[in-house]
């Protein structure tokens, strides 16, 4: 399951999807809206995707992580639209035989979605709102 | 040629619109795709910014050559996570 949606992401249907008999380990890993960045008060992250190519990225990360650890199942929801703060914006769930695939494996998929994942946050903080990533050192204020 | 251009984050707010068309000549890349939008949509020219591009949802390079209806997203660094 390797998708974007507008709604609050289910953790709790994650953790079955990647449920497996074969399965000795779940790793969990939940990325969550900060109340504070750079000294700034964070009211909310307001996220925007390139959808059908972010979930092909997605799952690309996804054989990727098959290729380097022995995994049964895995997958990465992540949110879009306004994240409240202490909401999850993205949840990447790894089953394995043994705990070290698990936790190498979402660890991996956070970095690359950082990276390669068309997917953009907006930080909406008390006094206007930024595109974070947009330029390097300067963060570009739209307000 | 017609190409389709969507447009994200900082460049969708900055054109004022998600989506475009617009003809350019055959044998033509991904940067002269850019050159020309800046000169339909100067606002595009965002100091300092550096961007990725995407063909039909792949990761090209500048230098890639368009096709006929083709799809292309300029991509500002994604910020995902």
Redesign the interface.
């Known amino acids: 399951m390797f998708r974007v949606t507008n709604d609050p992401i289910d953790l709790n249907e994650l953790v079955r999807y990647v449920s497996d008999p074969e399965a000795g380990a779940i790793a969990t890993f939940i ?1 969550t809206t900060r109340n504070n960045n750079d000294g700034r008060k964070v009211i909310a992250l307001d ?4 959808p ?3 979930e ?1 990225e997605l799952a690309r990360i996804g054989d990727d992580a098959r290729k380097q650890w022995p995994i049964c199942r895995m997958g990465i929801v ?1 949110r879009l639209g306004p994240v409240q703060i202490g909401e999850a ?2 949840i990447i769930v790894v089953s394995s035989a043994h705990r070290d695939a698990a936790f190498a494996a979402s660890r991996f998929a ?1 970095e690359e ?10 930080e909406v903080f008390e006094g206007g709102e930024v ?6 050192g ?1 963060p ?1 204020t ?1 307000k | 040629m017609k190409i389709r251009i ?1 447009f ?3 460049l ?2 900055r054109t004022g619109r998600s989506e475009a068309t617009t003809e350019i000549a055959a044998g033509s890349t991904v940067a002269d795709l850019w050159r020309q939008l800046q000169g339909e949509y100067p606002k595009l020219d ?5 961007l990725l591009y ?1 063909v039909n ?3 090209v390079s500048a230098d890639h050559k368009l096709n006929d209806n083709d799809e292309v ?1 300029f ?7």
């Open positions: 990325g996220y925007e995707a390139y059908e190519m972010a092909k992540h914006s993205v956070i979605i950082k990276k390669t994942v068309p997917i953009w946050k907006k595109w974070i990533g947009t330029q390097t300067q570009f739209t | 969507k994200f984050a900082i969708r707010e965002v100091p300092g910014i550096r995407a949802q792949n990761y997203v991509l500002p660094p994604v910020s995902g996570g």
